[in-house]
């Protein structure tokens, strides 16, 4: 079934300044300058006033020693001597020469290579209580096929797919990564089909893009903006149309856009080969037609979140998961549900395990609107 596109979603030098070998305002220290002129004149002649006064004093001083000595001959006084502690020789101090600083060569840091952070896985879930569907109300052929279908007493199976190249490089590359995404899928429900006893046939793979014209079983589609499932039992023809904008949207917005989008139409498949979607027209007069296309494209919702979340190679991370809750906060159209109903279905499929816990058919109205 066809299904519309997804929004984006919470889906961005040092230099050392001169500085002078003074304090500030100083100067080198400058010699004392000399005098000229006639001042040296003047200096000799006061020396030679100073010998002549310093030889009359010493005359002086020689007759009255000399005076003295006869009159008190007995009465000598002998200055003592004067002693004077020696000083210590002082040690001499070699000054050592400051050693040249031996110059060292900074390696230059290698340069880290960037490290792609690894996924953070989301488990275990936040905790949350589901509450258990409502039983089967109708022993009606309709809804005994839809409410009571041999597929619900099994699993939601755990497929083995390939990682989600991030980016995607080439449309080449897209095509061979959704091949075999889809391939994963199929091989995954094989074994569901194969206890409930029924057939699972490989669906074809169709790309195109958004200018194609698309001749199917079901109709001639024209710049379809989405992908989408064509089933048509009659003439034994399944195949999932798959839009190459899936590419950009992947790399532009969500990592796991692709491989939700694939997950989703292959429960298409799983749907129509489990008899779910054909019989599922057959309310047609008691239920409206956007009711039931609402119950099939949140049955199949629910159960493409379970197998994201457990798909090992896919690293389901908390920021899936918001983007996720981001996502179904927001009305789809009349034909997949509104907000509450989108958000309601995807969130308890990541919860889910058992195909029946998806069960979109044993719902009153008001919990698909």
């Not at 030098?13 to 305002?25: D, F, L, M, V």
């Not at 409930?196 to 014209?213: D, H, I, Y």
């Not at 899936?246 to 080969?273: D, P």
């Not at 279905?345 to 044993?362: F, P």
Request: proline residues 11%; glycine residues 6%; aromatic residues 10%.
């Amino acid at each position: 079934m066809p299904r519309g596109p997804m929004q984006p979603g919470p889906q961005p030098a040092h230099y050392q300044p001169y500085r002078s070998p003074y304090p500030a305002g100083a100067r080198p220290y400058a010699a004392t300058p000399r005098r000229s002129g006639s001042g040296c004149g003047v200096a000799a002649g006061v020396l030679a006033i100073v010998g002549i006064g310093a030889l009359v004093l010493m005359v002086i001083g020689a007759a009255f020693l000399s005076s003295a000595r006869s009159a008190s001959p007995t009465a000598t006084w002998t200055r003592p001597p004067s002693t004077v502690a020696p000083q210590p020789t002082p040690t001499p101090t070699t000054t050592r020469p400051t050693p040249t600083p031996t110059p060292t060569t900074t390696r230059p840091r290698p340069t880290p290579r960037p490290t792609t952070p690894k996924p953070t896985p989301v488990k275990p879930l936040p905790d949350r209580k589901w509450e258990q569907l409502p039983g089967p109300h109708s022993n009606h052929p309709t809804w005994v096929t839809l409410q009571r279908n041999r597929i619900y007493s099994y699993d939601i199976p755990v497929p083995k797919c390939p990682a989600t190249p991030a980016p995607f490089t080439s449309r080449s590359q897209f095509r061979t990564f959704a091949t075999n995404y889809l391939n994963c899928q199929h091989n995954a429900w094989l074994p569901v089909f194969k206890r409930a006893g029924r057939s699972l046939p490989k669906p074809k793979v169709v790309f195109f893009n958004e200018t194609s014209t698309l001749s199917t079983r079901c109709g001639t589609v024209k710049r379809s903006r989405v992908s989408f499932y064509c089933g048509h039992p009659d003439y034994g023809s399944y195949t999932i149309f798959v839009n190459e904008n899936l590419m950009t949207q992947s790399n532009n917005w969500w990592r796991l856009r692709a491989a939700e989008t694939l997950s989703h139409e292959y429960g298409h498949h799983v749907q129509q080969m489990s008899s779910i979607l054909g019989t599922s027209y057959q309310l047609q007069g008691s239920m409206s037609t956007n009711e039931i296309s609402r119950r099939i494209e949140l049955q199949t919702s629910c159960w493409s979140m379970r197998m994201l979340y457990h798909t090992k190679s896919l690293a389901f991370t908390r920021r899936d998961h918001d983007i996720i809750y981001a996502w179904t906060a927001r009305d789809q159209d009349a034909k997949h549900g509104s907000a509450a109903s989108m958000r309601y279905w995807s969130m308890r499929g990541l919860y889910m395990s058992k195909i029946s816990g998806c069960n979109t058919w044993v719902v009153g109205s008001n919990a698909v609107r």
